[in-house]
C-alpha cells in the first residue's frame, strides 16, 4: 500500500527568488562608482563584475531564450558544460594545431598569464549566486568564459583600447548594458589621455561587428577550437578590427587608463 502522504516538490528552476537576480532592475550610481576604481586600477577585474551585475537588467533571460532558440542551442543548453573547467584543462588545450582557434586561445592566455578558472574566482568576489544550479547562472558562467575566446576571434589584445572595444563588441552580441557602459567611459578616458588615439571610433566599430556578426553565445566552443581562426572568423562574420589595428602597439600599450 502507497502512502498518502506526498513530499513537498523542488523549487523549480523559474521560482520567484533567484528569477529576479536575473531579472532585475538597473543601479547605475553603483556602476558608476565601480567604473571609477577600475579606472584607477584596469587589473581590477572585481569591479568589471560589479558593473556587469549592476547592469545586467534583463539581457540575462533574454540571452538565455535567444539560445534556446538558436539552431544547436537546445542542445548545448541541455548539456550545460562549465566551459571554465574544459578551458582550465591543459592536456586539452595542448592537442590543438598551431593556426587552430584553441591554439590561438592556448597562446593568449599562457603568454599573458592567464587561465579561466582565474576569471571564474574574480567573478565569485561579486556574484554570489554565480554557481547556482539554474539554468540562467549557467548561461551567465558561459558569458563570462567565452569572454577571453572572443578577444582571440575579434583580434582585440589586452591593453586599455582592446578591453574596451572587446567589450563593445560583446555589447553588439548580448546588448548587456554593462559591457556598453564599461566601453564607452574607456573610450572617454582614452580619449582624455591620448587625443590622437581614435577610441570613441574603435569602440563603436567594435559594436557595429558585433553586431553584424554571427551569434557567438550559441556556437559549440569544443568544436570552434579545432577550427582555424581566419576559417572561424569568416564563418562567423567577424570583421577585421580596422580601428584599432591602425594604433601602433607601442602608442597602444602606453596607455595608462587613469581616472580624472
Not at 5 to 29: F, G, I, S
Request: glycine fraction near 6%; hydrophobic fraction near 40%; proline fraction near 4%.
Amino acid at each position: 500500500m502507497t502512502s498518502a502522504m506526498t513530499t513537498a516538490p523542488e523549487p523549480t528552476v523559474l521560482d520567484k527568488p533567484v528569477l529576479e537576480k536575473y531579472d532585475r532592475r538597473l543601479e547605475p550610481m553603483r556602476a558608476a562608482r565601480a567604473f571609477q576604481k577600475l579606472m584607477a586600477d584596469k587589473e581590477d577585474t572585481t569591479q568589471v563584475f560589479v558593473i556587469m551585475e549592476a547592469l545586467t537588467g534583463r539581457s540575462t533571460t533574454k540571452g538565455y531564450a535567444r539560445l534556446l532558440a538558436s539552431p544547436g542551442g537546445g542542445r548545448i543548453a541541455y548539456a550545460q558544460e562549465e566551459l571554465s573547467q574544459r578551458f582550465s584543462d591543459r592536456d586539452w588545450l595542448k592537442q590543438f594545431a598551431p593556426g587552430t582557434v584553441g591554439a590561438a586561445y592556448r597562446d593568449f592566455m599562457w603568454s599573458e598569464n592567464l587561465s579561466a578558472e582565474g576569471l571564474a574566482m574574480e567573478s565569485r568576489k561579486v556574484e554570489a549566486h554565480i554557481d547556482d544550479p539554474h539554468v540562467y547562472a549557467w548561461y551567465s558562467r558561459r558569458l563570462r568564459d567565452i569572454h577571453d575566446v572572443w578577444h582571440v576571434l575579434t583580434g582585440y589584445g589586452r591593453d586599455a583600447l582592446g578591453e574596451a572595444c572587446v567589450v563593445s563588441f560583446s555589447y553588439g552580441q548580448t546588448q548587456s548594458l554593462g559591457f556598453a557602459f564599461i566601453g564607452l567611459g574607456a573610450a572617454q578616458e582614452i580619449h582624455r589621455e591620448n587625443g590622437s588615439v581614435p577610441a570613441r571610433r574603435a569602440v563603436l566599430e567594435a559594436w557595429r561587428n558585433g553586431r553584424r556578426a554571427a551569434w557567438l553565445p550559441a556556437v559549440n566552443y569544443a568544436e570552434l577550437f579545432a577550427e582555424p581562426l581566419e576559417d572561424a572568423r569568416r564563418r562567423l562574420n567577424i570583421r577585421t578590427p580596422a580601428t584599432y589595428a591602425s594604433v601602433t602597439k607601442d602608442v597602444r600599450d602606453a596607455l595608462k587608463l587613469r581616472a580624472a
